[in-house]
């Protein structure tokens, strides 16, 4: 029985990774990828019409809505945060192409989310809901998020990066780990006992932004990149 060298073993290995990589980036470069990205983002919304049309929404359906539009929202944010970070690790920077629907379906499914806590929890009642965001905390912050993602929706756009500048856009859209924190509170502070999904969501979250801080914390500084690029940069030693 043949045995392969180390050698051949790691360049097999990087080989596999190769073609793996170049099949990713063929399909997420395709110009099918959008389309079905986008039923793939939908799929959620339809099976939530195909219950409701079956009268499957539980005993309870404006909860079993409420729950369901808030739980894919957190999902969607935080999908959403992981683009950045799993296209520098994989190495597929075509992923972005798809970070900006991934964040404006977080924004449609909160505003379905907000809506159904407006119209049949509420009845359009906006003295009553103005009383219930300052009384009850769970709220108040779940309210909070859904008023940041608003402006971030809005200034998707490249217009509005041009608009406003790279770094500014940039400082504006930091907001959503704000918002996805909010969302992670809303959540635990709304369940009274089964905390296992808010945790997990939580803890996902506490791991995005671990890597943002230490890719932050890493990132060379200009003036220290320019030095370490320098034609004399060695004659410092």
């Known amino acids: 029985m043949q045995t392969r060298s180390p050698a051949c073993t790691t360049a097999w290995t990087c080989g596999s990774i190769t073609s793996v990589r170049g099949l990713a980036r063929q399909i997420l470069t395709s110009r099918y990828s959008k389309p079905l990205g986008f039923l ?13 049309y079956n009268g499957q929404l539980t005993a309870n359906p404006v909860e079993f809505v409420q729950h369901f539009t808030g739980d894919w929202t957190l999902r969607f944010l935080l999908i959403t945060l992981c683009i950045t970070p799993l296209r520098k690790l994989l190495d597929l920077p075509d992923l972005i192409r798809f970070r900006r629907m991934l964040g404006l379906f977080a924004f449609f499914y909160v505003c379905l989310h907000f809506l159904t806590y407006l119209w049949p929890d509420q009845n359009f009642d906006l003295a009553g809901m103005w009383k219930d ?9 779940g309210f909070t998020g859904f008023v940041l993602l608003i402006p971030l929706a809005l200034t998707s756009t490249k217009g509005w990066i041009r608009r406003l500048g790279g770094k500014r856009w940039q400082a504006l859209h ?3 780990y704000v918002i996805a924190l909010c969302g992670v509170v809303h959540y635990y502070w709304l369940v009274k006992s089964d905390h ?3 945790l ?20 060379p ?17």
């Open 40 to 52: 793939a983002c939908l799929s959620p919304f339809a099976f939530l019409f195909w219950r409701a």
């Open 133 to 141: 965001v300052a009384k009850r905390p769970f709220i108040t912050v």
């Open 174 to 176: 930091r907001l959503i």
């Open 196 to 198: 296992r999904l808010p």
């Open 200 to 219: 997990l969501y939580g803890a996902i979250l506490a791991v995005l932004l671990l890597y943002r801080l230490g890719a932050s914390l890493l990132k």
């Open 221 to 237: 500084r200009p003036q220290m990149a320019a030095v370490a690029t320098s034609p004399h940069a060695d004659s410092a030693d």
